[in-house]
Structures are given as structure tokens and as C-alpha cells.
């Protein structure tokens, strides 16, 4: 092919749209495709095409950029889509990347897509040093639909399929399922939609399970057995009357009783 009419200041081998140049005034070597260099610090398009390169600069940087379809001879706009610089960090949509990963978006929604390549395989992202280079892990099961937390190599969470939370167990059974002694700071709300009754219970494996809640009636009850599955031994009315093993009859506004059944 005849070589593009390059600028004085690079020297090139071109081989069709593709063509190997090193820019004598810069220090740079340039690999690139449908573009060549027409005058000192602008690119032209070979052909009515897109346009990709890639630059090797004396300090040790790696550039990657793209040019959308442009006509024969007109001045092209590179865009650097990646760089990896001389300290080793790779930046994705940044030319100026400040860890091992910058990944920028461009003002819109952006992801970063793990995939297994299959529907049973586990994927994940690893975390550690040295001596234990994966002893953090976060890792999505696509056989159970799970996502696992790992600290010190042993799983410290798990969010299930059915948006169940577990901590310390990897069968969560509800919403939140701690396995061992919890501590919360604060306020604790505990909320269900009306018409709905809202619970917390307390089990002993094997031996008894306790409910203190609030019934759809909106009083509030100490039951003896899982999901009020047993008797209310006591109830706190919305009037402020209270039961002993019955719930308080209707008394007037201006009674305040304790009744016992």
C-alpha cells in the first residue's frame, strides 16, 4: 500500500488501515488502525470509518482509545477508553486512574459484570494479603441464588434467594436470623402493614418458644408459644387496661384496670 502522508515528525509502517509509528518529537510508539498522523498533534482517518489506537509512552503509560466513524482525511477525536500507567494502576473510562481498578462511568448507570459462563458455578470477588490473599470474600451462588460474605476465610453472612439475612447461620430462616449473641444501639423497629400482627419471638432449641408482639388489634401480648401459636398470658390493651391470661374487657375512658381471667 502507499503510506498515508504522515507528518515529518513520525516514522511509520503501514500496512493497509493498520499501521505500527513511533513519534520522534514525543517518545512515543503508536499502534493503530484507520488513522495516521497528518500534522504534528492531529489524526486523520486512512478511510470513511471508525478509528481505534493504542500508545506506549516513554514514561511507562499504556493508552487505549476509539473514535467513532469519521470520513477519509477528517480530523479525528480519540477518546481514551483505558489506561495503565507506570505505577501499575488500571483505569477504565479514566486517563488518570488512582488504585489497581478505576472503573469511571460517563454520567450513566455503571457496572462491573462477573459471569460464570455457566448457571452453576460460583463467582465472587476475593480479598486479602500476602499470607492470605482470599481471606475476605464476597461470592454469588448461582446454584442456590445466595450471596455469601466471607471474613478470615469462614462465611460471616448470607442473603438468600428469598431475601432472607443471616448472621452467623447459612440458613437464614426470616427476614434477620442471628445465630449467637447480638448487641443493637439505637432504635429497633420492628414494623408489619396493617391489618398484620408483629412479633418477636424467643426460642430455646428444643424446649420452648416465647412471643411478646403486637396483635392486629394493635394490643400489645406475651405469648407462650411461637407466632402466638399459644396463650396470651398477658395483654395491654390500646386503652392502656391491662390482662392477666384474658384480654381486658372494654371499660370505660375513665377506668384504668388490671384484669385477671
Same mark, same amino acid.
Given at each position: 500500500?502507499?503510506?498515508? /502522508? @504522515? #507528518?515529518?515528525?513520525?516514522? &511509520? ?7 505500527? /509509528?513511533?513519534? #520522534? ?9 484507520? /488513522? ?27 493508552? @487505549? ?7 477519509? %482525511? ?30 469511571? %462511568? ?30 475476605? =470474600? ?29 448472621? %452467623? ?44 408482639? =403486637?396483635?392486629?388489634? =394493635? ?23 391491662? %390482662? ?14 388490671? =384484669? &385477671?381471667?
Amino acid at each position: 500500500v502507499t503510506p498515508s /502522508a @504522515w #507528518t515529518s515528525t513520525f516514522k &511509520a509502517a503501514q500496512i493497509s488501515l493498520s499501521s505500527l /509509528a513511533y513519534d #520522534t518529537a514525543n517518545g512515543v510508539m503508536e499502534l493503530s488502525n484507520n /488513522a495516521f498522523a497528518s500534522a504534528a498533534g492531529t489524526k486523520s482517518y486512512i478511510s470513511t470509518n471508525s478509528a481505534t489506537r493504542y500508545l506506549q509512552t516513554i514514561s511507562g503509560a499504556h493508552q @487505549w482509545s476509539t473514535a467513532p466513524s469519521g470520513s477519509a %482525511g477528517a480530523a479525528i477525536s480519540f477518546t481514551q477508553t483505558m489506561t495503565l500507567d507506570a505505577s501499575g494502576n488500571l483505569g477504565i473510562g479514566t486517563t488518570a486512574p488512582t488504585r489497581k481498578l478505576s472503573v469511571v %462511568g460517563s454520567g450513566v448507570a455503571t457496572y462491573i459484570n462477573v459471569n460464570s459462563g455457566d448457571n452453576t458455578s460460583l463467582t465472587g470477588l476475593l480479598f486479602g494479603g500476602t499470607t492470605n490473599p482470599s481471606y475476605g =470474600q464476597v461470592i454469588y451462588d448461582n446454584t442456590g441464588n445466595s450471596m455469601r460474605f466471607l471474613t478470615a476465610g469462614a462465611e460471616a453472612a448470607r442473603l438468600d434467594s428469598s431475601g432472607n439475612l443471616g448472621l %452467623g447461620t447459612s440458613l437464614p430462616g426470616f427476614r434477620l436470623d442471628v445465630n449467637g449473641a447480638s448487641n443493637f444501639s439505637g432504635t429497633l423497629r420492628i414494623s408489619a402493614t396493617s391489618g398484620n400482627n408483629v412479633i418477636q419471638s424467643f426460642l430455646q432449641t428444643g424446649v420452648a418458644e416465647w412471643t411478646i408482639g =403486637q396483635r392486629a388489634n =394493635q394490643n400489645f401480648v406475651f405469648n407462650n408459644g411461637g407466632n402466638f401459636a399459644g396463650s396470651d398470658l398477658l395483654t395491654l390493651s390500646t386503652s392502656g387496661n391491662l %390482662g392477666l391470661g384474658v384480654a381486658p374487657s372494654a371499660w370505660s375512658g375513665t377506668f384504668k384496670s388490671i =384484669q &385477671a381471667g
